[in-house]
């Protein structure tokens, strides 16, 4: 029994790498469409998206097959508890990522916009608090998870600026006001991307410290 639920943990870890794995490379096709204007990316984004919805589904039901089947101690219960909290972030980035691939096509003919906008700083800012997370939770790190808090800083800061650019953009350019509207919902979802990498992160020190790190005021985990 006891290997059969070692062997549980390990299929849903390995899942769940498999789970953000996706979403990377979902996110990756979906700003490179952006940045090309490419629709064919785009489109794939979009194709792409049943794929991640099963997985979702499928770490899900084997969490909670753990936890009907099985008696986790404190450091299994940390993992399966951020395991459902993890993959709820990852499928929420998916739909992020099909949400900017939705986009390239109003904005394919704005590169200039997006550029001089500084909303491609704050896309790569957010892509690469992705990547550091899903590093994070592969090699149990949390230095490289507390990392990913920072740079969730800089994304608050960038949309603030990129905001009032855009605002002025549309004042001296009334061509520039449905592209620029465009691209404001676009870096919501951008925003939302990056809120969804900093829990993930606090989930990665959950399970590798026992510390809860909502707001990223760490405090002892009750009963672990």
Known sequence: MHRHFE??????????????????????????????????????????????????????????????????????????????????????????????????????????????????EMIATAREMLTSVLNAFIHSDSEEARSVFEKEDRVDELNRQIFYNLIDEMKSDPVMIEPAAHLMALLRHIERLADHATNIAENVIFVAEAKLMRHHISSPAPGM
């Open 7 to 120: 062997d549980e943990l390990e299929t849903l870890r390995s899942q769940l790498i498999r789970m953000g794995s996706l979403i990377d490379e979902q996110v990756e096709t979906a700003i490179r469409a952006l940045k090309e204007g490419n629709l064919e990316l785009a489109k794939f984004v979009l194709d792409r998206e049943e794929r991640v919805n099963e997985l979702d589904l499928a770490i899900d039901g084997q969490c909670q097959r753990i936890f009907a089947l099985t008696q986790p101690v404190a450091v299994d219960l940390r993992l399966l508890l951020a395991a459902m909290r993890m993959n709820s972030d990852f499928e929420r980035i998916g739909d992020i990522a099909v949400n900017v691939a939705e986009r390239v096509e109003a904005l394919q003919d704005y590169p200039s916009l997006i550029e001089r906008s500084g909303a491609f």
